[in-house]
């Protein structure tokens, strides 16, 4: 059984405002953390809707991290910036997509004689690349930032613990679903309801 909280979206309800991402966006810079989202509002022919980490039990991101940046602790997956290396193995790992990178320009650079980027490995030079997550906006008084402006209530934080994880269960399917429908097509999403 799942253990740890996880924000997920109810597709239906979704306007696709974007609201939760400019919440995230602030949360993020009052806390002292790089001031990226750490959601992103997916549109598609079917809707749109936000992708944001699950906080899996079995933690694909952390188990792949070299240097210990992602780590279980307070019923998530924290990510430690300050000793993230941005090797991006966390963004290759996580099923749902909901890991990205994101680099701070270093000062020292000088961009007149250095290339300012390397398009071939997406990278820029004289920037530290580092890992962006959601980490339930860890330390905010009001808990994640996303679900307290949702206009629509579309995002609901589900606690396991609580045994109101069946519901997020059902809302991730149908979402899931409506998604592999419009990517897929037809037949692959009725292929994936006769799996289920």
């Not at 239906?12 to 974007?18: D, P, Q, W």
């Not at 995230?24 to 002292?32: K, L, M, P, Q």
């Not at 920037?127 to 980490?135: M, N, Q, Y």
């Not at 409506?178 to 994936?192: I, M």
Request: glycine share 8%.
């Amino acid at each position: 059984m799942k253990q740890h909280k996880f924000v997920i979206c109810d597709y239906k309800r979704c306007i696709g405002c974007t609201t939760c991402m400019a919440a995230c966006y602030s949360s993020a810079y009052e806390r002292g953390k790089l001031a990226k989202s750490r959601l992103t509002v997916l549109r598609q022919a079917g809707g749109v809707m936000p992708t944001q980490c699950r906080q899996c039990d079995d933690g694909p991101c952390a188990n792949v991290c070299p240097t210990g940046a992602l780590r279980f602790a307070n019923n998530y997956i924290e990510l430690h910036e300050e000793i993230c290396i941005g090797c991006k193995m966390c963004t290759l790992a996580c099923p749902y997509g909901a890991i990205s990178s994101s680099a701070e320009l270093m000062p020292s650079v000088n961009y007149a004689v250095e290339p300012k980027y390397y398009l071939e490995i997406e990278s820029q030079a004289g920037a530290k690349s580092t890992a962006i997550k959601c980490d339930l906006c860890n330390g905010r008084e009001g808990g994640p930032a996303c679900v307290e402006v949702c206009p629509t209530s579309a995002l609901v934080m589900i606690d396991p613990k609580e045994g109101n994880h069946k519901l997020g269960f059902a809302i991730d399917y149908k979402a899931a679903s409506a998604f592999v429908s419009d990517v897929l097509g037809d037949t692959a999403a009725s292929a994936s309801k006769k799996e289920a």
